[in-house]
């Protein structure tokens, strides 16, 4: 161990994919990073369901687990506290465990409501905070946001993003929590809206003025027979439910660089799988990238006499931290690598006890323009994006 290496006790609220997720990127980075600060270790993990907690224990080597989330927040031997519960516990366990002095992780959105993603932040100033906003852990995108921020492809003048999951798209699919207002909070622009904005303000930079729109189209869903995930398919037989919160939602934005965007977001749409995709264009070039495949950028350069169109960046170990899984060019990495990539980041954050980007803060920049797309929605009408933290 190095003289500045220090051991990072984790602690897990919500074992369900992303709970596991994490879980297993923090077991990888001693593996995977040799130039680490932190040697993470499992403590304990919480959730409702006894064969979760007991897979925490017997297959991911947490030391314990627990049904209550408040020992995972109070804990002493834990520095981290990662939040992948329900979207409504956010506010909750966050608070507690910011109280406790310890770190947080929390994945999006940071509470189901605007509202709450500004009391979460509030509360948890004082520790070093990180939020799932995953796809800016992509070497391309990193990669795509260094191009821009050097001038390569001139002044940005237009951003379309999108995020188009088929998770919803079966009117079978059953009536878990993320379909409903009460426990979920909004629907696609809490869900899926969030990470396109969010990268649109990471490679553009702030948006000031929205319009938008948003939709439900499938209204009743199967209940579910237990808990629920928004994967399970119901029966025709089935009771129903009603869906509470959008499925789709779309929208203009003008940043405050002077550029213009078009974002699109929808659970229910037939044939993208997972397209969370960005196009940007400059007045001298422009980049593509679709998580879909994400080992691959497009770009164009203006005045390239050798090229007609785009032309394909693999990824490879030549962009940040993609060498750390794979040797060479055009070996893939995967989803889970990005959270790999983003841990092993927050880590050493919490480490050196220095603000991690993106934090929680980032979350209020996104839901301030959620707020602004919201009162467009009811307006019908261009509004202003406001800090939610100045209200």
Not at 269 to 295: C, I, K
Not at 321 to 330: C, K, L, Y
């Amino acid at each position: 161990m190095t003289a500045s290496r220090r051991t990072l006790g984790i602690g897990v609220v919500g074992f369900g994919w992303m709970g596991k997720a994490h879980s297993r990127s923090y077991l990888r980075i001693p593996s995977l990073y040799p130039d680490r600060l932190a040697d993470p270790v499992l403590v304990t993990c919480a959730d409702s369901d006894a064969t979760r907690r007991e897979q925490a224990v017997s297959a991911f080597g947490f030391a314990e687990a627990t049904d209550d989330w408040r020992v995972v927040a109070e804990h002493p031997d834990v520095d981290v506290v990662v939040v992948t519960a329900p979207n409504m516990l956010h506010v909750d366990v966050v608070s507690a465990a910011a109280a406790a002095g310890k770190a947080v992780f929390c994945e999006k959105p940071v509470g189901g409501t605007p509202e709450q993603t500004v009391e979460a932040e509030r509360a948890a100033r004082r520790v070093v905070t990180g939020v799932g906003y995953n796809y800016r852990w992509a070497p391309l995108v990193q990669h795509a946001e260094a191009v821009i921020r050097a001038g390569g492809i001139g002044e940005i003048t237009n951003h379309r993003g999108r995020f188009l999951s088929c998770y919803g798209n079966d009117p079978l699919g059953v009536l878990s929590w993320r379909f409903l207002h009460d426990e979920a909070g909004h629907g696609v622009s809490t869900d899926l809206l969030s990470h396109a904005v969010d990268l649109a303000m990471f490679l553009v930079g702030p948006i000031v003025e929205v319009v938008g729109i948003g939709e439900t189209f499938i209204s009743q869903r199967p209940l579910p027979r237990s808990t629920g995930s928004h994967y399970d398919i119901g029966s025709g037989d089935d009771p129903t439910g009603d869906v509470t919160n959008e499925d789709w939602f779309g929208a203009m934005v003008r940043f405050d660089s002077g550029a213009v965007g078009t974002f699109e977001a929808s659970r229910s749409l037939t044939g993208p799988e997972s397209q969370h995709a960005f196009d940007v264009y400059g007045t001298t070039g422009a980049m593509s990238w679709n998580f879909e495949r994400m080992n691959e950028l497009q770009i164009h350069v203006a005045g390239d006499a050798a090229a007609s169109g785009y032309r394909t960046v693999f990824g490879g170990e030549q962009f940040p931290d993609h060498g750390a899984f794979v040797p060479g060019r055009a070996n893939t990495i995967g989803f889970e690598d990005l959270v790999t990539i983003e841990d092993r980041h927050f880590a050493d954050a919490v480490v050196e006890d220095r603000p991690f980007d993106p934090g929680l803060d980032a979350a209020v920049r996104y839901v301030s323009v959620q707020d602004a797309l919201m009162r467009s929605w009811h307006s019908r009408s261009w509004e202003r994006v406001h800090d939610l933290r100045e209200r």
